[in-house]
């Protein structure tokens, strides 16, 4: 089969990193300290070939609105059922290769900073590029199956990496939360993919060019002939949305997230922030066309969206670790994520897991940069007026927090305000309230980890104290390159509102499902509901950002009023002690599934000893006794079988003179 | 030759009853297989004495009192050369010693 040059070069970007894994896997323990010598240039090299595919499928329009679609070969060819191994390249893919590959490259350039003094980081290197391959593969899926393999592969990645310390308890712990949690996700997941199959009859998306029409092209057609109840298609879309729900951390599977920061801070940048925990998003906006027939699945995960980012912005509030309160804050975006696809605004869920992709892995690296730079410190108590300490951190990291709660006119201004005007204008209110409430609570929390990092008096260990220093350029340069999207991505791609690049980009992926939902595009008002909506939306982060300021200071234009926040903190007790232990879900989770569970396995395990082994074991020694009694007939001489030979001829000899007659 | 089917089924079913009794009741191997010998022989005179009273069936008794004869022949051959092997193994003829596969 002959390929063109964009297909081959779609290949080598899934084949690069593959080949960075093996050969770093392989001699990755004899190149000491350069382990990355082969796994960062390769990524490097992805990179450059990604963003000649986002070019040519964005601004040169190469492969039109269909996207580019191809087979490499076909993969389980078993009767009725074919499952080929191809790819999709359209405007949805190439958006997300933007974040996957830029983040990608700048996490891999960072780490050669952040492991320098970890020995067997070859192993790091090597999993990071197997990191790499899973996630392009996943973005690259052009069926159910092939994203299904890939979703696996990032999972394993993340257990891999989260573990990396693994002969720290907790680390090997959170690694097999997370791969347990997600496996509940998972079960869902592929029994939505086993629906499918029954139901449409392919696994294909869309249409492959020898392969007949994908999934999304069969399904209206089968809803509207009644060949599909429409209750079937809510019950796909839900188990679909369960994988999702696993992968990307949301209620009530983003138990596993937070504990995922025992991974090494790169990890928690890369997957855990920008990259993989999109993966849930990525793939309902994937199915957009399938989650539109199915109106009252959506408002469910709009409900479990905005539900997620509520309870998540609660209890990044209290947490003292720095990584928590970002993983916090990841679980809370993602749900913002969620709520946009749930109303319909699947291009505002888009644009946010953009936007939020760059700022969050910035946020994400600096925190690494501040751990390191006070020796491994996660503890915020611990740390305070390291603004002049670390500057580029300091500098980078403002940036990206003024970007996370919504302050025009940084990235994440707009591409939160936009899901929360969509909500509003789709007649999801409720969402937009509780969206707005989010907001608020968004801008405190960030700028109360601000605070407490940056500013005011030093509370760095006196040991560690004259030993902080700012990080080296491998890590202090991707973070400058990053706050670079941070500040302009919203106006480079989502600006005019509703009109920018970004949506003329992703109007023909969504065309079909907004038509569905019956959602028109409309013009952006500035002096109308939507212009009031964007007031809103940026007071809320300011108000945020304000009361935060006001508490936990800024610069040196406010020091923190530490005897204002422990009379708040005492005003509202149980509250503070509901956030700081997250809800309690962890211990939730272990009444229901630890403790009771264990009972009801204790039940099945008694099932399993006495009546089942017994069964079994009865059987057997009925078997051996009968053995012992009849093994008395084996007398071993042969005159003994002699005589039962006789004595049988006799008796037919017999029968046949006198019966036979 | 008497005329007579029956006096050579009588001999026949007489000389097959002493080899059985001498089978079952002999502990010594070689007495056994000469038993077996007197049996196969005493089957023999019956076929023949078939085949002679019978003018159809002459050729087929003859054929099958052969092929016994054959069989017989072998049997005591492998017979005593196994019932050699044993006691040279085991120092005695007697098969009611031979109970060593019993357990």
């Known amino acids: ?661 | 030759m008497s005329q007579s089917l029956e006096a050579y089924l009588v001999l026949s079913a007489l000389l097959f009853g002493i080899g059985t009794f001498g089978f079952l009741a002999r502990r010594n191997a070689i007495a056994m297989l000469m038993s077996i010998e007197l049996m196969l022989n005493a089957v023999n005179l019956a076929v023949i004495a078939f085949g002679a009273f019978t003018p159809a069936l002459a050729g087929h008794a003859a054929l099958i009192a052969l092929l016994v004869m054959a069989v017989a022949a072998a049997e005591a051959t492998v017979g005593l050369a196994i019932v050699i092997a044993i006691y040279r193994n085991r120092r005695t003829p007697l098969v009611d010693e031979y109970a060593s596969m019993r357990e």
Not at chain 1, 182 to 192: I, K, M, P, Q, T
Not at chain 1, 418 to 429: M, N, P, Q, T, V
Not at chain 1, 503 to 524: G, R, S
């Open chain 1, 1 to 661: 089969m002959q390929l063109t040059v964009d297909q081959l070069l779609v290949v080598a970007m899934l084949a690069l990193p593959l080949l960075g894994f093996v050969v770093t896997g392989l001699i990755g323990r004899r190149l000491y300290a350069r382990a990355w010598i082969i796994a960062v240039p390769i990524i490097i090299v992805t990179w450059l070939i990604g963003m000649f595919i986002v070019y040519q499928a964005l601004f040169a329009g190469a492969y039109g609105a269909e996207g580019l679609r191809f087979t490499l070969y076909e993969w389980i060819p078993a009767g009725d059922f074919s499952i080929s191994f191809n790819f999709l390249v359209d405007n949805l893919t190439a958006v997300l290769l933007i974040v996957v590959t830029t983040v990608g490259m700048l996490v891999h350039v960072y780490s050669i900073g952040y492991m320098a003094h970890e020995p067997g980081r070859w192993r790091f290197f090597a999993y990071l590029n197997l990191f790499m391959f899973s996630m392009l593969l996943l973005v690259l899926a052009g069926n159910f199956l092939l994203l299904f393999a890939a979703w696996e592969l990032v999972g394993l990645s993340s257990f891999l990496l989260i573990g990396y310390w693994y002969n720290r308890r907790t680390a090997a712990l959170a690694a097999k939360k997370a791969f347990l949690v997600n496996r509940v996700g998972d079960f869902g997941f592929a029994l939505g993919i086993f629906a499918v199959w029954t139901t449409v009859g392919t696994l294909n998306f869309v249409e492959m060019p020898g392969f007949g029409p994908g999934a999304f092209e069969l399904l209206p057609g089968q809803l509207q002939a009644g060949a599909i109840d429409p209750w079937m298609m809510n019950g796909i879309a839900l188990l679909l949305f369960m994988g999702a729900m696993g992968k990307s951390a949301q209620f009530p599977l983003h138990v596993w997230l937070p504990d995922a920061m025992e991974g090494p801070t790169p990890v928690s940048a890369l997957i855990h922030a920008a990259t993989m925990v999109n993966a849930g998003v990525y793939f309902v906006a994937r199915s957009s066309n399938l989650f539109a027939h199915a109106p009252e699945a959506m408002v469910i995960v709009a409900a479990i969206g905005i539900f997620t980012a509520i309870l998540a912005a609660s209890i990044a509030f209290t947490q003292r670790d720095i990584k928590r309160v970002l993983a916090y804050s990841t679980l809370s975006q993602l749900g913002y994520m969620f709520a946009a696809l749930g109303v319909g605004a699947f291009t505002a869920a888009i644009f946010h897991l953009l936007t939020h992709g760059f700022f969050k892995g910035l946020l994400f690296l600096g925190s690494g940069s501040v751990i390191h730079a006070v020796q491994g410190e996660q503890d915020m108590n611990r740390m305070g007026g390291l603004a002049r300490r670390i500057p580029i951190t300091h500098a980078t990291m403002l940036i990206g927090s003024i970007a996370i709660a919504g302050i025009p006119p940084l990235a994440g201004f707009w591409s939160k305000d936009e899901i929360l005007a969509e909500a509003f204008l789709l007649h999801f209110e409720w969402v937009w309230a509780i969206g707005v409430v989010v907001a608020v609570m968004t801008g405190f929390y960030m700028f109360r980890l601000m605070g407490k990092t940056f500013y005011g008096p030093s509370r760095v260990d006196p040991a560690v104290e004259p030993h902080v220093h700012e990080s080296p350029w491998s890590m202090a340069g991707p973070l400058v390159i990053l706050a670079v999207p941070s500040v302009l991505l919203g106006l480079a791609i989502g600006f005019p509102p509703l009109d920018g690049a970004l949506h003329h980009w992703l109007e023909p992926v969504f065309h079909d499902a907004l038509e569905t939902l019956d959602i028109h595009h409309h013009e952006f008002q500035l002096f109308g509901l939507d212009g009031l909506l964007m007031l809103v939306g940026a007071t809320a982060g300011a108000l945020g950002v304000a009361g935060a300021v006001w508490l936990f200071g800024l610069l040196r234009v406010r020091s923190p009023q530490e005897q204002r926040v422990e009379r708040l903190t005492e005003r509202a007790r149980p509250l503070y002690r509901a956030s700081y232990n997250r809800w309690w879900f962890d211990e939730l989770n272990d009444l229901i599934f630890v403790r009771i569970g264990s009972l009801f396995a204790r039940a099945l395990w008694w099932i399993d000893v006495r009546i089942v082994d017994g069964t079994v074991n009865g059987i057997a020694a009925v078997t051996q006794r009968t053995g012992t009694g009849i093994r008395q007939i084996q007398t071993g001489r042969v005159q003994n079988y002699a005589l039962g030979i006789a004595a049988g001829l006799l008796v037919i000899a017999i029968s046949y003179l006198f019966l036979a007659r």
